[in-house]
């Protein structure tokens, strides 16, 4: 599996864009780019996943350049509901023969959300 | 849709008993992931089954197993516990075969081992 970097902390104000950036210089052919939350004491919770070039959905959006190595997960006026950690994971998202693979949890991103 | 359940939601036991988690998963999805995440720590995988089969095999202790029944509900048995069990659990799952697919969360069981 990929491994990944990201920033340990990052704060913000309400209102405004919060862009994470995740590293992730061995991502292989197969590998997808996924994004995962979680607030303290509950089950992390997938936010948005993409393969190359841009992902929007109605939370985020997440840009990958055209080597893949690093991806950026854009958070569009943030509230103070916003903080929480933010991982970044990478990885096949299946594997062949049915089953599929246990997510690896690196250090995640602790984004804190200022009035 | 209701998401993944977890049972119970809080559990104490002393060190040397046993304990068993309960998960069942969002209805349709075939596999079902365990994680465990100490106090401060990032979730770790322990052990997921995708029909009914062990599928992947993470950070498992030899004094835990797991299983997934036909209904798809699945538990994970602990024994002997130790102090550093303490941990919340999370179960999640999915439905395998999607183009992009993606695991669900249930809510966790907080385990205290005293």
């Known amino acids: 599996l990929a491994k990944t970097t990201q920033p340990i902390s990052m704060d913000s104000y309400e209102g405004q864009e919060v862009n994470i950036t995740c590293s992730h210089n061995n991502i292989a052919t197969n590998d997808y780019i996924t994004w995962y939350q979680q607030f303290p004491s509950q089950g992390p919770r997938f936010i948005i996943q993409?393969?190359?070039t841009k992902v929007t959905n109605e939370v985020a959006s997440l840009f990958i350049p055209a080597d893949r190595k690093s991806s950026t997960l854009s958070l569009p006026r943030v509230s103070l509901s916003d903080t929480a950690v933010y991982y970044c994971l990478v990885g096949d998202a299946y594997h062949s023969g049915g089953g599929a693979d246990g997510l690896t949890f690196g250090k995640g991103t602790h984004l804190i959300i200022q009035p | 849709a209701a998401g993944v359940i977890q049972s119970p939601r809080h559990l104490i036991k002393e060190k040397r008993e046993t304990a068993t988690l309960k998960c069942y998963p969002i209805s349709r999805h075939d596999t079902v992931y365990w994680y465990q995440q100490g106090p401060g720590q990032d979730p770790q995988f322990l052990i997921s089954f995708y029909e009914k089969m062990q599928s992947d095999k993470g950070s498992i202790p030899d004094r835990f197993s797991a299983q997934q029944f036909s209904d798809y509900h699945s538990e994970l048995n602990m024994s002997s516990l130790e102090l550093g069990d303490s941990a919340l659990y999370f179960c999640a799952s999915s439905l395998v075969g999607r183009p992009q697919e993606t695991q669900y969360f249930g809510p966790g069981t907080r385990l205290l081992v005293l």
């Open positions: 993409g393969y190359k």
